[in-house]
Antibody, heavy 119, light 107 residues
Framework: QVQLQESGPRLVKPSGTLSLTCAVS?????????WSWVRRPPGKGLEWIGE???????NYSPSLKSRVTISVDKSKNQFSLKLTSVTAADTAMYYC????????????WGQGTMVTVSS | DIQMTQSPSSLSASVGDRVTITCRAS??????LNWYQQKPGRVPNLLIY???SLQGGVPSRFSGSGSGTDFTLTIRNLQPEDFATYYC?????????FGQGTKLEIK
């Protein structure tokens, strides 16, 4: 069974860059699935940030596209998120997620990591 | 982008009740619709995929239906552990979009 674990700084300064990594265990990141990031700001709903396929193809949320980069490291079986020019509005619980390749359902979620943007 | 609109935004019900949550897509998405449950402090959990297929391990009191633009999630015989927030999500195309959520509370 695939398991996902997020890691990265929990506190980021305004105008800085948020960087998170998701380690994939129990399966290969080179499977026929997409690997995604989703966030939930406090008191709000779920927001899809973007996704990557092991070959490097990416899709991003239009509202975040100018600030987001998702990359994959097949040698380490992990993928990463970078979000630049962060503000308080980027404070959220960030989840890495495995998306079923054929159905597009968000099947497996990491435990999530709370990132706060504050000086 | 495909907009997903859930109704109601919040709902009060009692243990044993039957409740229905509706999700409407801004354009046809066939049956590319999934439902998730999120309890406070917990990770979202996939309940229903492809509009009506029950994810493994999910109790049979949960069911989904619909196609095109209109979908429903029904929970029969509500149990205490079902009080949570529910989200629909379309997987027809990117950007992948969620509904705003429906908070199910105990009456």
């Amino acid at each position: 069974q695939v398991q996902l674990q997020e890691s990265g700084p929990r506190l980021v300064k305004p105008s800085g860059t948020l960087s998170l990594t998701c380690a994939v265990s129990g399966g290969s990141i080179s499977s026929d699935d997409w690997w995604s990031w989703v966030r939930r700001p406090p008191g709000k709903g779920l927001e899809w940030i973007g996704e990557i396929y092991h070959g490097g193809s990416t899709n991003y949320s239009p509202s975040l596209k100018s600030r987001v980069t998702i990359s994959v490291d097949k040698s380490k079986n992990q993928f990463s998120l970078k979000l630049t020019s962060v503000t308080a509005a980027d404070t959220a619980m960030y989840y890495c997620v495995n998306i079923h390749g054929a159905l597009g359902s968000f099947d497996i979620w990491g435990q999530g990591t709370m990132v706060t943007v504050s000086s | 982008d495909i907009q997903m609109t859930q109704s109601p935004s919040s709902l009060s019900a009692s243990v044993g009740d039957r409740v229905t949550i509706t999700c409407r897509a801004s354009q046809s998405i066939s049956t590319y619709l999934n439902w998730y449950q999120q309890k406070p402090g917990r990770v979202p959990n996939l309940l229903i995929y492809a509009a009506s297929s029950l994810q493994g391990g999910v109790p049979s009191r949960f069911s989904g239906s619909g196609s095109g633009t209109d979908f429903t999630l029904t929970i029969r015989n509500l149990q205490p552990e079902d009080f949570a927030t529910y989200y629909c999500q379309q997987s027809y195309t990117t950007p992948r979009t969620f509904g705003q959520g429906t908070k199910l509370e105990i009456k």
